[in-house]
Each structure stands twice: as C-alpha cells, then as structure tokens.
C-alpha cells in the first residue's frame, strides 16, 4: 500500500542548516513533492523531484533522493525564522491519480 | 488568474445541518482533489475527480458527496454534518507534475 512516513518535529536555530526526512513504500512513485504550510494557511508548492533524478537543487533547498532505500530529504541552508512552519513530503505514484501526503514535519527555528 | 479558490474560509454547523463546499480553478487541470487536514493527521483523500464527468473515493469518503460540476469546478457536500466532520478542508487541482492548493476552509461542526 501507499505510505508516507515523516518525523514530527524539528528544532533548529537560525544560520544552521535544516534536514527534514521522509520515507515512501510505493517504489512506482513518478514525483515526490515537499510542501510548506504556515500558520492558518494553505499548502505551498517548495520543490518537487522526479524518480529518475538523484538530487535537485533551488537556492538554499537541495533534495535528495535514494531511490533504492524509498528516502526522500529536504535540506534547508541558512535556515531563517520565516521558515518555522509545517513541510509535508508527498509522492505521485504511476498508478495513483492522487497525491498521498505523509503527516507533516513541524520545524521550529529559534534565534 | 486566481488559481484555487475555496468558499467559504469559515463555517460553523449544527450536527445534522448540510451544506456544500465550493472549489474553483482556472488553471484548466483536468484533477481535482478534496483533501481533509486534522491535527497530527496530515492531508487525507476524501475524493477526486481525475477529468469532468468522473469521481472516486478516496481515503476517508464517508459522510461526503462530491460533484464535478464542469471541468472549473469540484463541490463537497455534507448532507448530514457530524462533529468528526470538523477539519480543514482543502480542494486542490493537478496537472501533470503540479499540484496548487485553495487557502482552506475551516468546518467547525457543534
């Protein structure tokens, strides 16, 4: 079946660099997506990856992906206070229509 | 151009009471999702339509109808509100590699 698992929470301070986890089970998944919800807000488009690729990299996020351990990774550089919010990882499968979402890491960034 | 766009923001219902969530996009996707987010949850599929005229459940369908009215637009009903129903809802549409969300709507069902 169709599983996304992500850690809960993530705790970092300003200037260090972020590294959110996420683990897929589907091996037929064509994308894999990271989305960013802030506060009272909708789901924000940061970045997606297509399973033939290894890494992509957008200014300060770099993704990587293990294809073969099913492992996905948003690496946030410099993180700031502005990034304190929740990042959803989410995969398209082949066969799926929809996209299955994991419950959401919640990063906390102190200064 | 709007992209998603969800009415209401915010409800309150009474057990029992029925109403109907409205999604419009103006990307011309072919997909349109319904998801419902609940604390510690995640985003769940209630159900989608991959192209106008067709509709599917998905995880958690119970309690719920949907229409794809035209290829614009993709409702969410509630006949019959119970307080489990309580959740932000979220309509989204897809087309290819990209999914864009509406802002929300917050049920509240007492």
């Known amino acids: 079946g169709e599983d996304v698992e992500q850690s809960l929470f993530l705790s970092v301070r300003e200037g260090d660099s972020s590294v959110i986890n996420c683990t897929y089970t589907?091996?037929?998944?064509?994308?894999l997506y990271w989305y960013k919800q802030e506060p009272g807000a909708g789901l924000q488009l940061l970045t997606y990856?297509?399973?033939?690729?290894d890494m992509k990299q957008d200014q300060r996020l770099t993704v990587l992906l293990n294809k073969k351990d099913k492992h996905l990774s948003l690496r946030i550089a410099d993180t700031q206070t502005g990034d304190s919010a929740i990042y959803f990882c989410?995969?398209?499968?082949?066969?799926?229509?929809?996209?299955?979402f994991g419950k959401g890491t919640t990063l906390s960034v102190s200064s | 151009n709007a992209g998603v766009t969800q009415t209401p923001k915010f409800q309150v219902l009474k057990t029992g009471q029925s109403m109907t969530l409205q999604c419009a996009q103006d990307?011309?996707?072919?997909?349109m999702y319904w998801y419902r987010q609940d604390p510690g949850m995640g985003l769940r599929l209630i159900y989608y339509?991959?192209?106008?005229?067709?509709?599917d459940k998905g995880e958690v369908p119970n309690g719920y109808n949907v229409s794809r009215l035209n290829k614009r637009e993709f409702s969410l009903r509630l006949e019959s509100a119970a307080p489990s129903q309580t959740s932000v809802y979220f309509c989204?549409?897809?087309?290819?590699?990209?999914?864009?969300f509406g802002q929300g709507t917050r049920l509240t069902v007492v």
């Open positions: 989410a995969e398209k499968t082949q066969a799926g229509t929809a996209l299955i």
């Open positions: 990856i297509f399973s033939n690729m």
């Open positions: 339509s991959a192209s106008e005229g067709t509709t």
């Open positions: 589907d091996s037929s998944s064509t994308y």
């Open positions: 989204a549409s897809l087309m290819n590699t990209e999914a864009f």
């Open positions: 990307m011309n996707h072919n997909s």
